[in-house]
């Protein structure tokens, strides 16, 4: 059974700095793309990062590029995102995600999801 | 920055047919997906490829695609379907992913 578990949310200083951990299982994760999707409380998804199979190809929205980081250790079976001058407007659930890269630049798709963890950034 | 526009709302009544559409520009380029999310729930994927459905999930779902718009349409809505929809895709050149601002489906 596949299974994503985040872990390393809280509430942080506007300023701060945080880092989140999906450890993953019932797969073989260095096979696959992984992504981080966000959810700010009463509002939509927002993809975040993602990050290819080996960890040396990674993208990031422009909201979070320069400040957030995402790395995998495959030998552990663990992506992180290492969040950086973190704003009140980073305030959300933070899922990651299975990616499924389609056809050659046809995009990529989530078949699963973690629980989420809560990042809340407030002074 | 590329977007996808969802109507905020879709109300029908059970047994009735719900159509959630999505559009975009890079649409007729990028396939689109679609997810089901409740309420402190992560989401579901239950349409992939357009108009492929995953293992698992009903065959009143379904997909379509024509030019710039997707839609999404779930036939014989029961219940258990009231959710936010989300429609999701990727730039055009398939390295950025973008969500639709999402519809939440209320079933009357």
């Known amino acids: 059974e596949v299974q994503l578990v985040e872990s390393g949310g809280g509430l942080v200083q506007p300023g701060g700095s945080l880092r989140l951990s999906c450890a993953a299982s019932?797969?073989?994760?260095?096979?696959?793309?992984m992504h981080w999707v966000r959810q700010a409380p009463g509002k939509g998804l927002v993809w975040v990062s993602r990050?290819?199979?080996?960890?040396?190809?990674?993208s990031y929205a422009d909201s979070v590029k320069g400040r957030f980081t995402i790395s995998r250790d495959n030998a552990k079976n663990t992506l992180y995102l290492q969040m950086n001058s973190l704003r009140a407007e980073d305030t959300a659930v933070y899922y990651c995600?299975?990616?499924?890269?389609?056809?050659?630049?046809?995009?990529?798709?989530?078949?699963?999801w973690g629980q989420g963890t809560l990042v809340t950034v407030s002074s | 920055s590329y977007e996808l526009t969802q109507p905020p709302s879709v109300s029908v009544s059970p047994g009735q047919t719900a159509r959630i559409t999505c559009s975009g520009d890079?649409?007729?380029?990028?396939?689109a997906y679609w997810y089901q999310q409740k309420p402190g729930q992560a989401p579901v994927l239950v349409i992939y490829?357009?108009?492929e459905r995953p293992s698992g999930i009903p065959e009143r779902f379904s997909g379509s695609s024509s030019g710039t718009t997707v839609t999404l349409t779930i036939s014989g809505v029961q219940a258990e379907d009231e959710a936010d929809y989300y429609c999701?895709?990727?730039?055009?050149?398939?390295?950025?992913?973008?969500f639709g601002g999402g519809t939440k489906l209320t079933v009357l």
């Open positions: 999701q895709s990727a730039d055009s050149s398939g390295t950025y992913g973008v």
């Open positions: 990050i290819n199979s080996d960890g040396s190809s990674t």
């Open positions: 995600a299975r990616g499924i890269e389609g056809p050659r630049g046809r995009g990529y798709y989530f078949d699963y």
């Open positions: 019932g797969f073989t994760f260095s096979s696959y793309w």
């Open positions: 490829k357009d108009s």
């Open positions: 890079a649409l007729p380029k990028q396939y």
